[in-house]
């Protein structure tokens, strides 16, 4: 394996790309039953670290063994699946819908919590009514702009009485 690493001469995409090169030719090299072993090994390990969960590095040192000379050749591909895989968020988002929860759903997912709109959330507020928003920029707009004058108003009205 030592023949895949890059050399200090190589630019960095230089040497990705010869790396990549020189992987796809080890691959094809393997017979089948070694790829067929090998793929199933790791992907019993993404499998356990998605539902486990874990770091990255803890992916590429604890679940398959790595040294730390990994970590840079495994970055891309490697902290894509640590960060995406979540196997909870489905049965999670299942069970909301099962329950009729609709709101809930829409905040586990990151939606707008104003019935009925299903835009991401870009922001937070605390409302009159004591609750804590989680609202899209339009419903930000709509709604804490007005508020925050109308707690300006209540502020100014309660200073005057004192």
């Not at 190589?10 to 990705?16: L, Q, W």
């Not at 090299?29 to 019993?44: G, H, N, P």
């Not at 920029?137 to 109308?150: E, K, L, S, V, W």
């Amino acid at each position: 394996m030592k023949d895949i690493k890059m050399t200090d001469e190589e630019d960095i995409y230089e040497g990705f790309k010869n790396y990549d090169q020189k992987l796809a030719k080890m691959v094809e090299e393997c017979d089948y039953e070694l790829k067929l072993a090998i793929t199933q090994w790791v992907m019993k390990h993404i499998v356990d670290h998605a539902r486990d969960g874990g770091t990255y590095r803890y992916l590429i040192y604890d679940r398959l063994g790595f040294d730390a000379d990994a970590y840079g050749v495994l970055l891309d591909s490697g902290m894509t699946l640590s960060n995406e895989f979540d196997l909870t968020e489905k049965e999670e988002v299942a069970e909301f819908l099962k329950n009729n929860d609709i709101e809930g759903a829409k905040k586990r997912l990151g939606y707008c919590d104003e019935p009925g709109c299903y835009n991401e959330v870009s922001a937070g507020y605390p409302a009159l009514d004591g609750r804590y928003r989680m609202s899209c920029g339009d419903h930000y707009r709509q709604y804490q702009i007005p508020q925050t004058t109308r707690l300006k108003e209540s502020q100014n009205e309660t200073e005057t009485k004192l």
